[in-house]
C-alpha cells in the first residue's frame, strides 16, 4: 500500500497508508529505525451509533496536503456514525514533534457523545522485546521508552489538556491482540503501565451540539531520554499545537517557493507536481546527509528487505534534481556523507587491493547497508558493486560545483573522494578493451559491463578530470580524460551494434570464460533497455548524434506501454512486480524511464512546439500521482494504480529534473532576433540577489483592496470600442509588454494581466501587440 502523505522533517517522520493509519515512524534518522515495524497504529471513533477504525471500509478518506506545504489535508466521513473528520497532520520543521489536528462535525441534529481513540503500535528501537509504556501522572500523558528512546504520547480538546483515558497493555503474544481492541466497547481499562511487547491507545471524550464542531490535537513527541520529550511536550502546551502546524505550514510554503521561478507556458498541474516533488523529497532525506530511495515498509512483504537505504546512485541523480532547483544544502551533505562512506576494500586481505568505490547501499547513519552481491563466485573474485554508483558521485560532485563554484565546499572533497574514486575507476578496467569490468547493473538483476555503467564512467572521469583541473593536479587530469577517451573508444566498438543500429544493453563473459572481454569471449545481451540514455545523459554522445537517435527511437517504440496507461517500461519483458502475462506489454511503466525519455526530447528540442511533447511526458506523470500527488516507483499497466514503493524519491527526482530541463531549454529558445538575447528568464530573480517576500505574505500585512486582473479588457479610445487580449497559454511571463503598457500590464504567477482599474485610461498605441516576441497580445478595433 503506498504512502499517499508522509510528513517529516529531515529525523522524524510519519509515514500514513492509503487507510490513513499510520504505518511508519522513523526516528532519529529518515529511514532508521522505523519505531513500528510497519505495523498499523489505528485511529477511531465511538459513537452511540457503533465503533469504527478509520482503516474500515465504510469510511470515504480523501488525502491531500494543504496547497504547498507538508501539512496534511485528510477528509474521512462515515455515514452511518454520520461525522465527518478533517485532520492536518504535520511533523514541525525545527523540533521532533508529530501533531494531529481532528476537527469533528457532527452531521446529525441532536447533541452527540463523540470518542476518539488513537493508539500506538510501537516496538522501539526496531524490535519489541524489552519495551515499556507508563501513563506519567506529572504530564499527564503516555510515555514508550527503550534505552536511547522516549515517545511522548498527549493530547488535548478545547480547555482539556492531557489524556484522562487510556490503556497499556500487551501486544501480540499469547492471545493478545492489543490494547486498540479494548477501545471497541468505547472505554479503555486504565492500566498504568506494562513492558515487553507492549502497545496503548488513547481516548478523548467529547460532546457537540447538533451539527456542531468539536477540535482536538494529538501530539507524538520523540527524543532520546525523558527530559527531551518532555521539554517538547512543554513547547506545545506553551505555544499551543495549532502553532507548531501554522508554523510548519508557513516554513514549507516559503521553502518551496524561495527560487521564485518564472514556469513559463508549463500547465498548473505540472507546476503543481514540480513542488509537490521537492515538498516530498524533503521528507525522504536524512538531516545526515543520506538520501534514502524511499521509505515504506509495505515492500517488505516481496522480498523482507526494504528500500529505506541510501543507493549512491539515487542519491546522485536526486542531488543533481535538487541543484539545478536551488536547494543545495541537501547536496553539500549528501556528498560529505558519501565522502565519509567511501570503502577502502581491505576487510577481506586477500581479496583484492583496489580501494575507492561504493558498495551496494548504506544505512542512514552510513553503516554498509544489507547486499545480495556474492563476493565470490566459483573460484573467481568478485568485487561486489555496482560501478556507476560510484562514477555518478563523481558526476554530481562536478555538476555541483559546475553550477554554484563553490570551492570551499568541493575542495574537502578532491582527495578524500574524488581523487580516490577516479583512480578506482581508472584502475577497474579490461586491460584488453579498455572498458570497466563487470559490475551489477543499475537495476540491480545482472552482472556485466552494462552501456548504461561505462557511461557514468565515462562521465564520472571527465568530471573527475576537470576537478583535478581546478586543484591544478595536471597529470590526474590528463590520466582521468584519456582514460575516459579510451572507454568512450570501447563503447564504440564493443557496446554500439552495428547489426542493431543502436548500443546493446550489455556484454558479458560467456559462462565459464575468462573474465577479459576479447574475440569471442564475451556474450551480447542486445535487450532494449530504458537505461540507454545515458549514453547522452552522461556526455558520452551528443544527443544529436545518430547513434542516439536510433536508440532513443527504439526505446520508445519497444518500451511505451500500449495500454490506455501508457508511460515506458523498464526494458524489453520485465519481470519485476510484472501485472498479468501479456505479451504486448515489454514490463510495467516506471516514471523514471518515462523522464528520462521527455529529458532526451528536451534536449534535441529546436524550438518551443518541439518542446510540447515534453508537456505531455510531464502531464502522463501527473496522471499518473497519487490525489496527494506522490508519485510510486512503477504503475500497474491496466489500472494505473501505484505499484512498488511509494512514495519513490527517484521518481520525484526525475520529475524535477525534467521540469528544470524544461525551463532551461525554454530560456535557451526564446530569444530576441534582434540581439540573441533570451526574452524569458526562469530564473527571474537570479540567485544572487535578494529575493522579495512571498505574495502571500505581502497580502497578509496589507489592508490595500486586492488588484483585479483580467486576461481580456475591453475598452473605449478616441470613440473607438477596443478589445485586448492576452492568451494566457502562450504568455512565458517575460514582461517585455509591461514596459510596453504604461503601467496597465503586470505579470502575476508568470502571466502577463491587465490591471482592471487601470484598463478604461488606457493610451494604448497603434501596433502595442506586435512588442509580445511569442504574438500571445491580440488588440480588436470596432
Ligand atoms: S510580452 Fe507580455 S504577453 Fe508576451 S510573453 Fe511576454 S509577458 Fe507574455
Given at each position: 500500500?503506498?504512502?499517499?502523505?508522509?510528513?517529516?522533517?529531515?529525523s522524524f517522520?510519519?509515514?500514513?497508508?492509503?487507510?490513513?493509519?499510520?504505518?511508519?515512524?522513523?526516528?532519529?534518522?529518515?529511514?532508521?529505525?522505523?519505531?513500528?515495524?510497519?505495523?498499523?497504529?489505528?485511529?477511531?471513533?465511538?459513537?452511540?451509533?457503533?465503533?469504527?477504525?478509520?482503516?474500515?471500509?465504510?469510511?470515504?478518506?480523501?488525502?491531500?496536503?494543504?496547497?504547498?506545504?507538508?501539512?496534511?489535508?485528510?477528509r474521512?466521513?462515515?455515514?452511518?456514525?454520520?461525522?465527518?473528520?478533517?485532520?492536518?497532520d504535520?511533523?514541525?520543521?525545527?523540533?521532533?514533534?508529530?501533531?494531529?489536528?481532528?476537527?469533528?462535525?457532527?452531521?446529525?441534529?441532536?447533541?452527540?457523545?463523540?470518542?476518539?481513540?488513537?493508539?500506538?503500535?510501537?516496538?522501539?528501537?526496531?524490535?519489541?522485546?524489552?519495551?515499556?509504556?507508563?501513563?506519567?501522572?506529572?504530564?499527564?500523558?503516555?510515555?514508550?521508552?527503550?534505552?536511547?528512546?522516549?515517545?511522548?504520547?498527549?493530547?488535548?480538546?478545547?480547555?482539556?489538556?492531557?489524556?484522562?483515558?487510556?490503556?497499556?497493555?500487551?501486544?501480540?503474544?499469547?492471545?493478545?491482540?492489543?490494547?486498540?481492541?479494548?477501545?471497541?466497547?468505547?472505554?479503555?481499562?486504565?492500566?498504568?503501565?506494562?513492558?515487553?511487547?507492549?502497545?496503548?491507545?488513547?481516548?478523548?471524550?467529547?460532546?457537540?451540539?447538533?451539527?456542531?464542531?468539536?477540535?482536538?490535537?494529538?501530539?507524538?513527541?520523540?527524543?532520546?531520554?525523558?527530559?527531551?520529550?518532555?521539554?517538547?511536550?512543554?513547547?506545545?502546551?506553551?505555544?499551543?499545537?495549532q502553532?507548531?502546524?501554522?508554523?510548519?505550514?508557513?516554513?514549507?510554503?516559503?521553502?518551496?517557493?524561495?527560487?521564485?521561478?518564472?514556469?513559463?507556458?508549463?500547465p498548473?498541474?505540472?507546476?503543481?507536481?514540480?513542488?509537490?516533488?521537492?515538498?516530498?523529497?524533503?521528507?525522504?532525506?536524512?538531516?545526515?546527509?543520506?538520501?534514502?530511495?524511499?521509505?515504506?515498509s509495505?515492500?517488505?512483504?516481496?522480498?523482507?528487505?526494504?528500500?529505506?537505504?541510501?543507493?549512491?546512485?539515487?542519491?546522485?541523480?536526486?542531488?543533481?534534481?535538487?541543484?539545478?532547483?536551488?536547494?543545495?544544502?541537501?547536496?553539500?551533505?549528501f556528498?560529505?556523507?558519501?565522502?565519509?562512506?567511501?570503502?577502502?576494500?581491505?576487510?577481506?586481505?586477500?581479496?583484492?587491493?583496489?580501494?575507492?568505490?561504493?558498495?551496494?547501499?548504506?544505512?542512514?547513519?552510513?553503516?554498509?547497508?544489507?547486499?545480495?552481491?556474492?563476493?565470490?563466485?566459483?573460484?573467481?573474485?568478485?568485487?561486489?558493486?555496482?560501478?556507476?554508483?560510484?562514477?555518478?558521485?563523481?558526476?554530481?560532485?562536478?555538476?555541483?560545483?559546475?553550477?554554484?563554484?563553490?570551492?570551499?565546499?568541493?575542495?574537502?572533497?578532491?582527495?578524500?573522494?574524488?581523487?580516490?574514486?577516479?583512480?578506482?575507476?581508472?584502475?577497474?578496467?579490461?586491460?584488453?578493451?579498455?572498458?570497466?569490468?563487470p559490475?551489477?547493473?543499475?537495476?540491480?538483476?545482472?552482472?556485466?559491463?552494462?552501456?548504461?555503467?561505462?557511461?557514468?564512467?565515462?562521465?564520472?572521469?571527465?568530471?573527475?578530470?576537470?576537478?583535478?583541473?581546478?586543484?591544478?593536479?595536471?597529470?590526474?587530469?590528463?590520466l582521468?580524460?584519456?582514460?575516459?577517451?579510451?572507454?568512450?573508444?570501447?563503447?564504440?566498438?564493443?557496446?554500439?551494434?552495428?547489426?542493431?543500429?543502436?548500443?546493446?544493453?550489455?556484454?558479458?563473459?560467456?559462462?565459464?570464460?575468462?573474465?577479459?572481454?576479447?574475440?569471442?569471449?564475451?556474450?551480447q545481451?542486445?535487450?532494449?533497455?530504458?537505461?540507454?540514455?545515458?549514453?547522452?545523459?552522461?556526455?558520452?554522445?551528443?544527443?544529436?548524434d545518430?547513434?542516439?537517435?536510433?536508440?532513443?527511437?527504439?526505446?520508445?517504440?519497444a518500451?511505451?506501454?500500449?495500454?490506455?496507461?501508457?508511460?515506458?517500461?523498464?526494458?524489453?519483458?520485465?519481470?519485476?512486480?510484472?501485472?498479468?502475462?501479456?505479451?504486448?506489454?515489454?514490463?510495467?511503466?516506471?516514471?523514471?524511464?518515462?523522464?528520462?525519455?521527455a529529458?532526451?526530447?528536451?534536449?534535441?528540442?529546436?524550438?518551443?512546439?518541439?518542446?510540447?511533447?515534453?508537456?505531455?511526458?510531464?502531464?502522463?506523470?501527473?496522471?499518473?500521482?497519487?490525489?496527494?500527488?506522490?508519485?510510486?516507483?512503477?504503475?500497474?499497466?491496466?489500472?494505473?494504480?501505484?505499484?512498488?514503493?511509494?512514495?519513490?524519491?527517484?521518481?520525484?527526482?526525475?520529475?524535477?529534473?525534467?521540469?528544470?530541463?524544461?525551463?532551461?531549454?525554454?530560456?535557451?529558445?526564446?530569444?530576441?532576433?534582434?540581439?540573441?538575447?533570451?526574452?524569458?528568464?526562469?530564473?527571474?530573480?537570479?540567485?544572487?540577489?535578494?529575493?522579495?517576500?512571498?505574495?502571500?505574505?505581502?497580502?497578509?500585512i496589507?489592508?490595500?483592496?486586492?488588484?483585479?486582473?483580467?486576461?481580456?479588457?475591453?475598452?473605449?479610445k478616441?470613440?473607438?470600442?477596443?478589445?485586448?487580449?492576452?492568451?494566457?497559454?502562450?504568455?512565458v511571463?517575460c514582461?517585455?509588454?509591461?514596459?510596453?503598457?504604461?503601467?496597465?500590464?503586470d505579470?502575476?504567477?508568470?502571466?502577463?494581466?491587465?490591471?482592471?482599474?487601470?484598463?478604461?485610461?488606457?493610451?494604448?498605441?497603434?501596433?502595442?501587440?506586435?512588442?509580445?516576441?511569442?504574438?500571445?497580445?491580440?488588440?480588436?478595433?470596432?
Amino acid at each position: 500500500m503506498p504512502r499517499d502523505i508522509p510528513v517529516g522533517n529531515g529525523s522524524f517522520l510519519i509515514a500514513f497508508d492509503a487507510d490513513y493509519t499510520i504505518r511508519d515512524l522513523y526516528y532519529p534518522r529518515v529511514g532508521k529505525e522505523n519505531q513500528t515495524l510497519g505495523y498499523p497504529s489505528r485511529f477511531g471513533v465511538w459513537t452511540q451509533e457503533g465503533f469504527s477504525w478509520v482503516n474500515a471500509r465504510d469510511w470515504r478518506i480523501a488525502l491531500g496536503y494543504l496547497n504547498e506545504t507538508l501539512v496534511t489535508d485528510v477528509r474521512a466521513s462515515h455515514e452511518r456514525l454520520g461525522l465527518q473528520l478533517v485532520c492536518n497532520d504535520a511533523v514541525d520543521f525545527e523540533k521532533n514533534i508529530y501533531v494531529r489536528k481532528v476537527l469533528v462535525r457532527n452531521l446529525r441534529k441532536y447533541e452527540r457523545g463523540v470518542r476518539l481513540f488513537f493508539h500506538q503500535d510501537l516496538s522501539v528501537m526496531e524490535n519489541e522485546i524489552g519495551d515499556t509504556v507508563f501513563y506519567d501522572a506529572k504530564q499527564n500523558c503516555l510515555v514508550h521508552y527503550k534505552g536511547p528512546r522516549y515517545f511522548l504520547i498527549n493530547c488535548s480538546a478545547g480547555d482539556v489538556w492531557g489524556v484522562r483515558e487510556y490503556a497499556t497493555g500487551i501486544k501480540r503474544l499469547r492471545g493478545a491482540e492489543g490494547t486498540w481492541r479494548d477501545a471497541e466497547d468505547g472505554i479503555l481499562g486504565g492500566n498504568p503501565i506494562a513492558q515487553g511487547s507492549v502497545d496503548s491507545t488513547i481516548g478523548i471524550p467529547l460532546e457537540i451540539p447538533p451539527h456542531g464542531e468539536a477540535v482536538v490535537y494529538y501530539w507524538i513527541a520523540a527524543g532520546r531520554n525523558y527530559g527531551e520529550v518532555d521539554a517538547l511536550n512543554d513547547i506545545l502546551v506553551h505555544d499551543k499545537p495549532q502553532k507548531i502546524i501554522d508554523r510548519t505550514a508557513s516554513y514549507w510554503r516559503h521553502w518551496v517557493n524561495k527560487e521564485e521561478f518564472n514556469f513559463g507556458n508549463l500547465p498548473a498541474d505540472v507546476v503543481g507536481l514540480f513542488k509537490r516533488s521537492l515538498l516530498v523529497l524533503m521528507t525522504q532525506i536524512d538531516s545526515g546527509g543520506a538520501i534514502i530511495a524511499a521509505n515504506d515498509s509495505d515492500i517488505k512483504q516481496f522480498a523482507k528487505d526494504t528500500y529505506s537505504y541510501m543507493w549512491p546512485r539515487d542519491g546522485a541523480m536526486v542531488s543533481y534534481a535538487l541543484m539545478k532547483a536551488g536547494y543545495t544544502t541537501t547536496c553539500g551533505n549528501f556528498f560529505n556523507f558519501c565522502a565519509n562512506t567511501i570503502t577502502p576494500y581491505n576487510f577481506c586481505a586477500s581479496v583484492m587491493v583496489e580501494d575507492g568505490f561504493l558498495l551496494h547501499k548504506y544505512n542512514p547513519d552510513g553503516s554498509f547497508g544489507s547486499s545480495w552481491h556474492p563476493w565470490v563466485k566459483g573460484d573467481e573474485i568478485h568485487v561486489p558493486i555496482q560501478e556507476d554508483e560510484t562514477a555518478l558521485i563523481l558526476w554530481a560532485i562536478w555538476r555541483y560545483y559546475d553550477l554554484y563554484r563553490r570551492m570551499d565546499e568541493i575542495r574537502p572533497l578532491y582527495h578524500s573522494f574524488v581523487e580516490k574514486a577516479a583512480d578506482f575507476l581508472v584502475s577497474y578496467r579490461d586491460e584488453e578493451t579498455g572498458l570497466p569490468l563487470p559490475s551489477y547493473d543499475l537495476w540491480e538483476e545482472r552482472r556485466g559491463i552494462l552501456s548504461f555503467t561505462a557511461a557514468t564512467v565515462y562521465g564520472g572521469l571527465i568530471a573527475a578530470a576537470n576537478l583535478s583541473d581546478i586543484f591544478y593536479h595536471t597529470e590526474k587530469a590528463s590520466l582521468y580524460r584519456e582514460t575516459a577517451a579510451k572507454i568512450k573508444e570501447a563503447i564504440d566498438q564493443y557496446l554500439y551494434s552495428e547489426k542493431h543500429q543502436r548500443f546493446l544493453r550489455m556484454i558479458y563473459p560467456k559462462e565459464g570464460g575468462p573474465l577479459i572481454i576479447k574475440d569471442e569471449n564475451y556474450e551480447q545481451d542486445a535487450t532494449i533497455d530504458a537505461s540507454l540514455y545515458g549514453m547522452f545523459a552522461f556526455g558520452v554522445y551528443d544527443p544529436f548524434d545518430i547513434k542516439i537517435q536510433n536508440t532513443m527511437k527504439a526505446i520508445e517504440s519497444a518500451l511505451w506501454v500500449r495500454t490506455r496507461i501508457g508511460g515506458i517500461a523498464r526494458y524489453e519483458n520485465d519481470g519485476y512486480q510484472r501485472i498479468g502475462n501479456d505479451g504486448a506489454i515489454p514490463g510495467n511503466p516506471w516514471i523514471v524511464c518515462t523522464m528520462w525519455l521527455a529529458q532526451y526530447y528536451v534536449s534535441i528540442a529546436k524550438s518551443v512546439e518541439d518542446l510540447e511533447r515534453v508537456v505531455n511526458y510531464l502531464r502522463w506523470t501527473v496522471s499518473r500521482a497519487l490525489p496527494s500527488g506522490v508519485l510510486a516507483e512503477q504503475i500497474n499497466p491496466y489500472t494505473g494504480e501505484p505499484l512498488s514503493v511509494s512514495p519513490l524519491t527517484w521518481s520525484h527526482a526525475t520529475v524535477v529534473q525534467t521540469v528544470m530541463d524544461y525551463l532551461e531549454k525554454l530560456q535557451e529558445l526564446h530569444t530576441c532576433e534582434r540581439c540573441g538575447r533570451s526574452i524569458f528568464h526562469y530564473d527571474r530573480a537570479g540567485r544572487q540577489l535578494l529575493k522579495k517576500h512571498l505574495p502571500a505574505h505581502a497580502d497578509a500585512i496589507s489592508d490595500q483592496e486586492p488588484i483585479k486582473y483580467l486576461d481580456e479588457a475591453h475598452f473605449k479610445k478616441d470613440g473607438e470600442n477596443i478589445t485586448v487580449n492576452i492568451d494566457q497559454g502562450r504568455c512565458v511571463g517575460c514582461g517585455i509588454c509591461v514596459a510596453n503598457a504604461n503601467g496597465v500590464i503586470d505579470v502575476v504567477d508568470d502571466k502577463a494581466k491587465i490591471i482592471a482599474g487601470k484598463a478604461a485610461d488606457w493610451d494604448i498605441k497603434p501596433g502595442f501587440e506586435k512588442c509580445c516576441p511569442l504574438e500571445a497580445i491580440t488588440v480588436k478595433t470596432a
